[in-house]
């Protein structure tokens, strides 16, 4: 019977503690999923913003596979000039077009993700309570989106970009989203 190899333990310069490890989370949430999608030397820099959702589009299925993801925005204001400078958000494999200020009532139907930022109209805020079930990816602005049912609430103007998952809305809509994303996420005020 052969012996299994003594496992050694690291080094105490290698060890890391558990409250470094979740300083360093909180540092890089948000850009961990960017930097996985950071531009080539050929594509000019994006905002990091965009990088995040350009990422969470990336690491979301849908229940149909789609030809291409239609990412709707409403509001005004930086993050939604970010996302519109961001451009190409998609990849290769996921192409996505950008829909400006769509009507709210047809959501449903001509989204396959939202974003709603802190100066978007107040029917929009709605969202959440309508896609309830739905196979739509839905991303705020600010933590509190979370507490009205969104998926996922960017704080952007945190230092690292930070985000937020409402672990509930996300199992409600069918959408599957890959367990790294969700790790990263910090709780959401709706989890």
């Given at each position: 019977m052969p012996i299994a190899p003594h496992r050694r333990r690291p080094s105490r310069a290698h060890r890391i503690s558990g409250a470094a490890r979740?300083?360093?989370?909180t540092l890089g949430s948000g850009l961990a999923l960017a930097a996985a999608l950071a531009p080539t030397a050929a594509e000019p820099p994006r905002?990091?913003?965009?990088?995040?959702?350009?990422?969470?589009?990336?690491?979301?299925t849908w229940t149909t596979p789609l030809p291409t993801v239609r990412l709707c925005l409403w509001g005004h204001g930086h993050a939604i000039d970010a996302l519109a400078r961001g451009a190409p958000l998609g990849t290769t494999r996921q192409p996505v077009t950008v829909v400006r200020d769509a009507a709210v009532v047809d959501a449903p139907w001509r989204c396959d993700a939202v974003f709603v930022a802190a100066g978007a109209p107040p029917a929009a805020y709605d969202l959440p309570r309508t896609l309830v079930g739905r196979p739509v990816l839905v991303i705020g602005e600010g933590k509190a989106f979370c507490t009205v049912g969104g998926m996922?609430?960017?704080d952007a103007d945190a230092p690292g970009l930070r985000f937020y998952a409402n672990l509930d809305a996300v199992?409600?809509?069918?959408?599957?989203?890959?367990?790294?994303?969700?790790r990263i996420a910090h709780d959401g005020p709706g989890s």
């Open positions: 979740r300083r360093a989370r905002e990091p913003l965009a990088l995040f959702v350009s990422g969470l589009l990336a690491y979301t996922f609430c960017v199992a409600r809509s069918g959408l599957r989203v890959h367990p790294q994303v969700l």
